[in-house]
């Protein structure tokens, strides 16, 4: 585990959620001060819907420029964008139903769309139009909040995944075999690139997971391997999530 990273241990997921949309507020602040976008990438799955909620919320969203903001996605399952899986449908209806964030500032992986590698390709181009990153430099995303399942993947990142090995692409399809189904996900590479990652991560499910994550031995799980090379690594947990750890 990363030395530099922090764990944050809440009472629950209210809490939890509260702080990170407070981050994220503050991230958005900084950089609109510092006349720059925004760029912030969202997971799907359960854990961040009350998190996109608040920040839709009157509480928070008109705190944000959203003028300034992008949102970018972490991963999506290869469904249709209206379907229940779909992880830009749990967005648009938490986040995008409520905050004044301009449609094109959302970057949506078409990841229905039955040429996969085309529209992860296109999607990377659209991650290098908003961050410009310099020849050979990899997109670097101000904030991604990244999630744990309870066999310790993040992103679309499985145990044993074939995109777990991906150091050249940003973007790549992946089959989940313990899912049978596919994904398309932000590479290692990239989510290391990135200036802040903040893990969502809640309910005793994962617990034994999260302590094996943060206490045991490295390079067991695909969350062990999110290790920002020029930036910060935050575990926002609640405390169901959080009660076998050593340190709390
Ligand atoms: C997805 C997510 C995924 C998620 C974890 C945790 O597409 O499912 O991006 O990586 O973050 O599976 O999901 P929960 O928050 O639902 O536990």
Redesign the pocket.
Known sequence: MNQSSEVRVFDGLEPLSWAAATQFEQLARVRAIEKKPFSVAL??????KLLYELLGSTTFSGRVRWSNVHLFQ??E?CVPPDDAQS?YRMIRQSLLASAPLPEENFHRMAAERPDREQAAREYAEDLARVLHPAPGEWPRLDLIF????PDG????LFPGSQALDERTAWVVPNFAAQLNSFRLTLTLPVLNAAAHVIFLVAGADKAETLRQVLEGPQGHYPAQLIQPVRGRLSWFVDQSAAHLLKRQ
């Open positions: 997971s799907g799955g359960s854990t961040p972490v991963d399952r992880n990244l999630g744990m399942g993947h993040t992103a679309s």
